[in-house]
């Protein structure tokens, strides 16, 4: 039996199953939820346990009562907008997308139109994941407004589910190239900084010394330019502005980073050098092993002969 949107269900827990967490009881249950549906559900306090509010890490006991309500489905009031977007792959369960600079993932204050939310709900109408809430249909990960490049929409559940785990267990990959400041050193290494906000300026995030969540980029210099460097970051963690608070740790900000690096604006480039090059996946459904590339923009190739260099192999 599958969840139905608008019930409640209430499940016994059987003696069998005593000891066992919350999450992993109702994932094996005949509901079918998948284990994001669980914890949503739960954040929203759609589930109880004998009447009470509890985590997904509640172990349960013979006899408690599991109490499971599936609200109506939100009505989706954000309008489909006729954007172009370059579509790298598509099939029924995945989308990648190459995500030109300028635009936000999807919709928030101000910015109610023209995100790629609109724009993915004209391409791929009501076929996108829901997990991800009615503002962010198909959203597994995000890229900051200005960086371009590569990202992954889920356009099921299943599917959702899939990428949002192996983010998780680091089974997908994403590597980025950006255009930095001076020359790391050594020219490839670990970065191991935790990322939290700022401590004065909220808005911002900062490399802590204590707090914060574990992020871990690996990075390689792969051409010296005049005064920068060209480099590559694979992230082993996805934290938020990761490879800008990462290269700015080590006193290479990212080129025209106008949040983490300064004098900005003696570059052709009117952002920040930053693009998601690389993904590897695991389909979904296949199983298969996927790779993607998306060449560099036209700016940052600018960017790379302006300063010596040649962005040929990177696009």
Same mark, same amino acid.
């Given at each position: ?9 209430? $499940? ?20 079918? $939820? ?6 949503? $559900? ?7 346990? =004998? ?11 013979? *006899? ?33 997308? =190459? ?11 101000? +910015?109610?139109?023209?995100? $790629?939310?609109?724009? !993915?709900?004209? +391409? ?8 991800? *809430?009615?503002?962010?249909? *198909?959203?597994? +990960? ?51 900084? =935790? ?28 051409? *010296? !330019? ?14 938020? +502005? ?74």
């Amino acid at each position: 039996m599958k969840e139905s949107e608008g019930s409640a269900s209430a $499940l016994t827990v059987p003696a069998g199953n005593s000891g066992e967490r919350l999450d992993k009881f109702l994932a094996s249950s005949e509901l079918g $939820l998948s284990r994001s549906r669980i914890q949503k $559900l739960l954040e929203d306090g759609h589930i109880t346990v =004998n009447g009470a509010s509890v985590r997904s890490s509640q172990k349960l006991k013979e *006899g408690d009562t599991v109490e499971v309500i599936i609200p109506p489905p939100e009505s989706l009031d954000i309008e489909a907008e006729d954007i172009a977007i370059d579509i790298v792959y598509e099939d029924k369960d995945i989308a990648i997308i =190459n995500k030109p600079a300028g635009m936000v993932v999807h919709p928030s204050a101000g +910015h109610s139109s023209g995100t $790629l939310v609109h724009a !993915l709900l004209k +391409h791929f109408g009501d076929t996108l994941s829901t997990i991800g *809430g009615v503002i962010r249909p *198909g959203i597994v +990960h995000r890229l900051d407004k200005d960086t371009t490049g590569l990202i992954a929409v889920a356009k099921n559940d299943t599917a959702h589910e899939s990428l949002t785990e192996q983010l998780a267990d680091r089974t997908m990959s994403r590597t980025y190239l950006a255009v930095v400041k001076g020359e790391p050193r050594p020219k490839q290494g670990l970065i191991e900084a =935790n990322i939290g906000r700022h401590r004065y300026q909220r808005k911002k995030m900062a490399a802590l010394k204590v707090g914060g969540r574990e992020a871990v980029s690996k990075y390689r210099v792969l051409q *010296g !330019l005049k005064n920068a460097s060209v480099v590559e970051v694979k992230l082993v963690t996805g934290r938020t +502005h990761q490879v800008r608070v990462h290269m700015q740790s080590i006193n290479c900000p990212v080129v025209g980073d106008p949040v983490y690096s300064r004098g900005v604006g003696k570059y052709s480039i009117k952002r920040q050098a930053l693009h998601a090059w690389k993904m590897k996946l695991i389909h979904p459904r296949t199983e298969e092993k996927m790779e993607f590339t998306a060449v560099i923009p036209d700016d940052m190739a600018k960017l790379i002969l302006e300063m010596g260099g040649d962005p040929s192999g990177y696009r």
